[in-house]
């Protein structure tokens, strides 16, 4: 049973680019969230979808975007990059209360 | 915005060592999850804890939802080489903006003594 995946593993945009980020939650799970891990620090809520729409949100720009498919896939998009979104972006699926997170997306902004 | 303040910030640990980690909010939170993450993964969780007081062990893990609902505590009895990683608390609070979301903790890093 494939747990959450995530695509790709790695990338590296210029400033000012957008970037998309794909998920694909664990079977059975209908809530997909996103995180942004910085180098030594602990995740932080950028939002959530629930039914192909965003029903939380944390304390990010709108830059930062996202979408949820009926398959219940999501896309995180971010728009006009900054060096300071370079992080490690973590998607976690969830039925109830407890988040299973993927391996995450590394992003290098230059 | 709303944080954890989740202590030590990092330990070294000798086999067979006891470890204790824990972490406090301001605001009164209604979850209490912890994490472990090791290097190039995701965080994947060890024990979910839903009301005050609980205790739950998984293993040789240990964790507490403390009775104010606002820490919460992890110990690892007789650590073990692949216990290395870091550690994170995660809640939910029970009010204000953040209600809902998970809230994580810095990460309490462990590490083999020299």
């Known amino acids: 049973d494939a747990g959450v995946t995530q695509s790709p593993t790695h990338l590296i945009k210029t400033r000012g680019q957008q970037v998309t980020l794909r998920c694909s939650p664990k079977?059975?799970?209908?809530?997909v969230s996103w995180y942004q891990q910085a180098l030594g620090q602990g995740p932080q809520f950028i939002f959530q979808?629930?039914?192909?729409?965003?029903?939380q949100r944390g304390n990010f720009p709108d830059r930062f975007s996202g979408h949820q498919f009926p398959n219940y896939s999501s896309e995180l998009n971010v728009n006009a990059l900054l060096l300071g979104d370079s992080a490690l972006y973590l998607c976690?699926?969830?039925?109830?209360?407890?988040?299973?997170f993927g391996n995450g997306t590394r992003l290098t902004v230059t | 915005g709303q944080q954890l303040n989740q202590s030590p910030q990092s330990m070294f640990i000798q086999e067979g060592e006891d470890v204790s980690m824990n972490c406090t909010s301001s605001?009164?939170?209604?979850?209490w999850l912890w994490y472990k993450q090791e290097p190039g993964e995701g965080p994947v969780l060890l024990i979910a804890?839903?009301?005050?007081?609980e205790l739950t062990s998984n293993g040789r893990l240990t964790a507490q939802f403390g009775i104010t609902r606002k820490d919460s505590f992890l110990n690892i009895s007789a650590s073990i080489p692949s216990d290395v990683g870091i550690y994170f608390c995660?809640?939910?609070?029970?009010?204000?903006?953040?209600?809902?979301?998970?809230?994580f903790g810095k990460g309490t890093k462990l590490s083999v003594k020299p």
């Open positions: 804890l839903y009301k005050a007081g």
């Open positions: 979808y629930y039914e192909e729409e965003e029903r």
């Open positions: 976690a699926s969830s039925l109830g209360d407890e988040l299973e």
């Open positions: 605001s009164i939170f209604n979850t």
């Open positions: 995660a809640g939910r609070a029970l009010y204000g903006g953040s209600q809902g979301n998970l809230i």
């Open positions: 079977s059975g799970h209908d809530t």
